[in-house]
């Protein structure tokens, strides 16, 4: 059974930097592509980035292309989203899991990224 974990979500200000991170465990994420997802308040859930498997390719979003960097730690099904130059508007809580969707991974609980001053 597979089992998702996101941390690092914090309160930065805008203009600011973040790592947040998940934990894949249960199954070998190494194996398939995955995904950063978010969810704003009242919104629904959108594709943020991801990566193929092996990290040979990534995309992402418009609104966060250039700013943000997926990677990923195979051996440890470790996966990374860091962000720069952040937003107020990327505020949200923030999921990882498959790319694409849908998935039968379950979600995990986000993991709340806030950019306000």
């Known amino acids: 059974q597979v089992h998702i974990v996101e941390s690092g979500g914090a309160l930065v200000q805008p203009g600011g930097s973040l790592q947040i991170s998940c934990v894949i465990s249960g199954g070998n994420s190494a194996l398939e592509h995955v995904g950063w997802y978010r969810q704003a308040s009242g919104n629904q859930r959108e594709f943020v980035a991801r990566s193929t498997v092996g990290d040979r390719s990534k995309d992402y979003a418009a609104a966060v292309k250039g700013r943000f960097t997926i990677s990923r730690k195979s051996t440890e099904n470790i996966v990374i989203l860091q962000m720069n130059n952040l937003r107020p508007d990327d505020t949200a809580v923030y999921y990882c899991?498959?790319?694409?969707?849908?998935?039968?991974?379950?979600w995990g609980q986000g993991t709340q990224v806030t950019v306000s001053s």
């Open positions: 899991n498959k790319w694409p969707l849908p998935s039968q991974w379950p």
